[in-house]
């Protein structure tokens, strides 16, 4: 077969798999986790061949709008190395997850629905990584958005699902809203909505930086959104009420990284704009990787916890776009992430379904001895979450803080403090989970998983390890630049990290039954939860209700209802007029309101 | 006169309703009849010579020479695309027609004479029938809601009757005004050489005459904030006559102003244009935040779809091909949804008996078909890539932000900016009604014993979202038909 049409084989089989599995299995379970399952392996396949055959390029378009001379949007595939990297990554970890799933879902009554929506999510996912324009980026961001919802709604007789997929939605939503309006803003200034051709044309911008800072930033809403970055990272925590094979994948491994993906992507777009777009992205990442860490910190539901570290984490990654003189030191820590988060959130699933659905780690302890291949490999991805040297994340992450520490000074604090709430986090969950004894009758009982849920654990774990040293990142990434910190900066982490790890193990190693240490500010996470929920109810209800009242009393009411209790005084007036019926006062009524408005306030 | 394949467009569901009144098995031939009406709208776009362009399938039989009034027909790329809208929504709306209790002749009589209305509006080439062609429409729309209504249906039906007269009637006055306004010795009902004479310059009847139309057309349309007849209407309506009007019928108006306005008004157009801006935000936030507060599905609704119509006046206000190619896009993506959202509203009003967000909830796990085409439904609402609506409005978008430059934002891009929240509320009202009723916990109008969909309903709201689904992979479908019709404009 053509190699040219591997990528269209693999952008494509998810989509006709979730079709298959909608259309003609959505009442056979088995049947369709196998249709998911071997499109998955054959989209993970392929992806390998096209990652090992540098020279391919797929020159191929298919035209989706077309306005002859005016406006164009192909869909078209980009190969380089960003998206090679990517596709191995996206594909290969989907299908240990799709594999775990068969495990974890079992005895659900909605696997068809699951998978077809898991397929849907691997198209959309695929179609970020491949796309080389920004609305074909849209295109399929909005389709991840819209999986995430049915996944993460899974459980959607569950109230506290139901919001969870509409808020994810949602929340998304508004950071759409800014990255489409940074699209139109970039697409007028270079004529172009390709990648390629936005970048070539840039040039001609560079006269107006207000304008192209302010398309920069409204590009990185749409970050902010799906990464989960501060403000709008609410969503991303309660997105926990999915299944955890879909925390896994979807709000972990690959698809809130897509914002960082989409930066990586249109990195020479984010050096070309005035550096204040660099210093504001720096700033979200740095406050989102601080924040989230103090509130993973206090957080009692084990996928919150590591919820918290993953937004934590996406800041990491952001902050490296800030930093770095490359998109590299970012993606390295994605790719790292991808495979230790993936296999903390699969370790958590392991030990959750052990427990019979039990989540509060304050009901779990003394897993070690009972579960050891979910522990061992969750020690393992835990050592890597927190950069213990040697293991995969310390690789990435530092290199991230070292480049701040070259580039912006206070951005290394902040960053490498952060390093310090890490490492309480992550020891805090694994001495609670896994050492002490059993707080609860679950615990006291549990069993190791089966093996269709621990050889995706083992085999996740591997890359967890050993995805940062230097001869196996060569096989992925081009020789990056060096940050070039002197070995202060690297003493400095290492010293945070072994705070961070002492202090966790004064407070949770003699198995308290509870956090010794309680800050409701930290619990309740920084309240900001709060203020959303005040925002909408308040606020955008108040309003609606408002316009509402408006609209049945004064727009409907008074120019219909309300005149006809007036007419008699204004009789002679409409008899005038020669028109004998209201709708026609409220015509003339709204007309001249509008009038009115209009000269005031354009003349 | 000349035969033409629109005269039967016309004919097939006259004569179906003909036969419906006199008492035939109503819904055996309407569903026959509309089918047929749906193959022919078909044919009539493959066999459209796309080479030659323009006004194709043209009939002329002069009734009042006097008056230069002529019985004409013909069609181009944009009536075509209406036209099929026209005929799938009618296709849909009889299939989704439960059993009628009174009259059920009278019923299917009134939404065939509905769908006579809209196909001889949008394949007249004539002034005077275009407009007589819709009037026609609003009769069977008084007799559905005042009849087979819920509520205060009487009252309704005749508040959204003198409501639409009204606009009529202005309309009326505009389009004599365009009509006196050409030179004694051109003077034509003729839309083509409207046209023609307004593309060269010899037709300016005035910011007036433009008014008229865009506020008679406008008060069709639902435009805000003469929009409070249809949320109220749609809501009473039954569901098959909802659909139709929402779906088919107000976009006459739209199609108005694009067959008239477009052409003969540019300039008016652009002078008027702040205040068309101020309008659709309107009617997309104000409306939106109404939508936002609606505690029944119905009324949420009609009230949706009186939001959209605020993009579809941004592509007009943008006055240039992309946005006027997304405004039709999107006129015929948004007749398909609401079409669809309006059959499943009805489904679910027969099941529980009520659309109170309050009492409804929990139903797709009872009725997981119904869920799941609501759920299709809903997306294309919110204008999910994937369905053509988002097509349309992201030409729309496009089409609008072009108008202005580089640097400060203009009243354009500001428009097109605060209109792009506009897809933050939708998605707000949208998945909020999703979760209401169909997830979270059991609603007390929810019983154990309600029926999934049946397999008649599933279909035809099927055949509406694959449509929109087609269109929406191939936008291209459409806008090979609609990119000439726009193709004379500036970028």
Redesign the interface.
């Known amino acids: 077969m053509d190699p040219q049409l591997y990528p269209w084989i693999i952008l494509f089989t998810p989509l006709a798999a979730a079709g298959v599995i909608l259309f003609v299995f959505s009442r056979r379970p088995t049947a369709a986790g196998s249709i998911a399952v071997v499109a998955a392996v054959l989209a993970c396949f392929l992806s390998w061949r096209v990652f090992l055959d540098p020279s391919l390029t797929v020159t191929a378009q298919i ?9 164009s949007v192909p869909i078209g595939i980009i190969l380089d190395n960003l998206s090679r990297v990517m596709l191995v990554v996206v594909t290969s970890i989907a299908t240990l997850v799709f594999i775990y799933s068969a495990g974890y879902m079992r005895g659900d009554e909605g696997i068809p629905r699951y998978y077809a929506a898991l397929c849907l999510f691997l198209f959309s996912m695929l179609g970020i990584v491949l796309a080389d324009n920004f ?1 074909m980026m ?3 961001w ?2 991840v958005g ?1 999986s995430s ?1 049915i996944l993460i ?1 899974h459980y ?4 506290s699902a ?2 969870a ?2 808020q994810a ?2 929340v998304n ?2 950071g ?2 800014g990255f ?2 940074g699209i ?2 970039l ?3 270079t004529g172009s909505v390709v990648f390629s051709a936005v970048e070539a044309n840039l040039s001609s ?1 560079t ?2 930086p207000g ?1 192209l800072t302010a398309a920069c930033l409204l590009v990185f809403c749409g970050t902010i959104g799906k990464s989960a970055q501060m403000p709008l990272h609410v969503w991303l925590p309660n997105s926990m009420e999915g299944p955890t094979p879909v925390s896994s994948l979807l709000h972990a491994a690959t698809m809130v990284a897509a914002g960082v993906y989409m930066l990586a992507r249109i990195f020479p777009v984010l050096l070309a704009a005035p550096e204040v777009v660099r210093e504001v992205i720096l700033w979200i990442g740095a406050v989102t990787c601080f924040a989230a860490g103090l509130m993973a910190t206090q957080q009692d539901d084990i996928k919150r916890i590591l919820a918290y570290s993953t937004i934590s984490q996406l800041g990491y990654m952001v902050v490296g776009i800030g930093v770095a003189s490359t998109a590299d030191a970012a993606m390295f820590h994605l790719f790292t992430h991808a495979f230790f988060k993936c296999l903390l959130f699969l370790c958590a699933g392991s030990v959750i379904i052990a427990l019979h659905h039990e989540q509060d780690i304050w009901k779990m302890g003394g897993l070690l001895r009972r579960m050891p291949v979910t522990a061992l490999c969750m020690l393992a991805g835990g050592l890597a979450l927190a950069g213990t040297p040697f293991f995969s994340g310390s690789f990435s992450k530092d290199n991230i803080i070292e480049w701040a520490w070259m580039n912006n000074r206070a951005g290394f604090w902040v960053t490498a403090s952060a390093v310090f709430l890490t490492a309480i986090y992550t020891f805090r969950l694994l001495f609670v989970v896994f050492l002490g004894r059993p707080r609860g009758e679950h615990a006291e009982h549990a069993k190791e998983s089966p093996l269709v849920m621990t050889l995706p654990l083992v085999i996740l774990a591997v890359p967890a390890v050993i995805a940062g040293y230097p001869w196996f990142r060569r096989f992925f990434f081009e020789e990056m630049p060096h940050a070039g910190a002197p070995a202060a900066a690297h003493t400095i982490i290492l010293a945070f990290l072994g705070a961070g790890a002492v202090l966790a193990a004064l407070l949770y190693l003699r198995g308290p039954a509870k956090d010794p240490v309680r800050i409701p500010l930290f619990a309740n996470r920084l309240y900001i939860d709060n203020f959303y929920d005040w925002l909408v109810a308040r606020v ?2 108040g ?6 009242w408006f ?1 049945r009393w004064i ?2 009411g008074v ?2 209802t309300g005149a006809a209790r007036t007419v008699w005084a204004a009789g002679y007036v409409l008899r005038l007029l020669q028109v004998g ?1 209201l ?2 006062y409220a ?1 003339f009524f ?2 001249g ?2 009038a009115v ?2 000269f005031l ?2 003349r | 006169m000349t035969p033409s394949p629109l005269l039967s467009l016309i004919l097939i569901p006259l004569v179906t309703a003909l036969f419906c009144m006199a008492g035939a098995a109503p819904r055996r031939i309407s569903i026959f009849g509309a089918g047929a009406n749906l193959l022919l709208s078909l044919y009539l776009l493959a066999s459209y010579n796309q080479a030659i362009g323009g006004f194709q399938f043209v009939s002329e039989n002069p009734l009042f020479a006097a008056y230069g009034i002529s019985f004409s027909l013909g069609v181009d790329g944009l009536s075509l695309v209406l036209l099929l809208l026209c005929t799938l929504v009618t296709f849909a709306a009889v299939w989704v027609t439960p059993k009628i209790e009174k009259q059920e002749g009278m019923f299917y009589a009134c939404l065939l004479f509905i769908s006579v209305g809209a196909v001889g509006a949008f394949a007249s080439i004539d002034l005077f029938f275009f407009y007589a062609f819709h009037e026609l429409a609003l009769i069977p729309t008084f007799l559905l809601i005042g009849i087979w209504g819920s509520g205060e249906r009487q009252r309704i039906a005749w508040k959204v009757t003198i409501y639409l007269a009204f606009g009529s009637f202005i309309l009326l006055l505009g389009l004599i005004g365009l009509w006196l306004a050409a030179p004694d010795n051109l003077r034509s009902l003729d839309i083509r050489m409207l046209q023609q004479l307004g593309y060269a310059g010899l037709l300016s009847p005035g910011p007036a005459v433009y008014l008229l139309l865009l506020f008679g057309f406008g008060i069709l349309i639902a435009l805000f904030p003469f929009h409070t007849w249809a949320p109220e209407a749609y809501a009473s309506a039954p569901a098959p006559a909802a659909m139709l009007h929402a779906g088919v019928l107000k976009k006459f108006g739209l199609y108005g102003l694009l067959r008239l306005a477009v052409p003969i008004f540019p300039a008016e157009i652009q002078q008027f244009a702040h205040l068309l801006l101020v309008l659709l935000l309107g009617n997309i936030l104000y409306v939106g935040f109404v939508t936002i507060a609606q505690k029944r599905l119905n009324l949420m609704l009609g009230y949706s779809s009186v939001m959209h119509m605020g993009y579809a006046f941004l592509g007009l206000a943008a006055l240039n091909q992309l946005g006027l190619g997304g405004m039709a896009l999107m006129m015929f993506a948004h007749g398909l949804t609401i079409a669809a959202l309006f059959a499943l509203c009805g489904e679910i009003a027969r099941r529980t008996g009520t659309l109170e967000f309050s009492e409804l909830g929990g139903m797709a796990g009872i009725t997981p078909k119904l869920g799941l085409l609501f759920g299709f439904a809903a997306m294309a609402s919110v204008g999910l890539p994937g369905f053509s609506s988002f097509a349309g409005e992201i030409l729309i978008f496009f089409g609008a932000f072009a108008r202005g430059a580089t640097g400060c934002f203009n009243w354009f891009q500001t428009a097109t900016a605060l209109a792009l929240w506009g897809v933050v509320i939708s998605a707000v009202y949208m998945l909020r009604a999703y979760r209401r009723v169909f997830w979270g916990g059991r609603g007390t109008a929810v019983k154990d014993e309600i029926a999934d969909i049946s397999a008649g309903s599933r279909w035809a709201i099927i055949l509406l979202l694959a449509a929109l689904l087609v269109t929406g992979f191939r936008p291209g479908l459409l806008l090979e038909y609609l990119n000439p019709v726009f193709a004379y404009l500036p970028q």
Do not use: C, T
């Open positions: 035209p989706w709008i077309e306005i002859p001379g005016v406006f609305v849209f295109i399929f909005e389709l819209v919802y709604g959607f007789r569950k109230n139901a919001d997929g509409k939605f949602l939503r508004v759409d809203f489409m309006l139109l803003m697409w007028l200034a911008v006269l107006h304008y955008q209800g309003l609606a209700v408002l316009s509402s609209d727009i409907d120019f219909a019926n709708q026609a015509f709204g007309a309101v509008v408005l209009y306030v354009f």
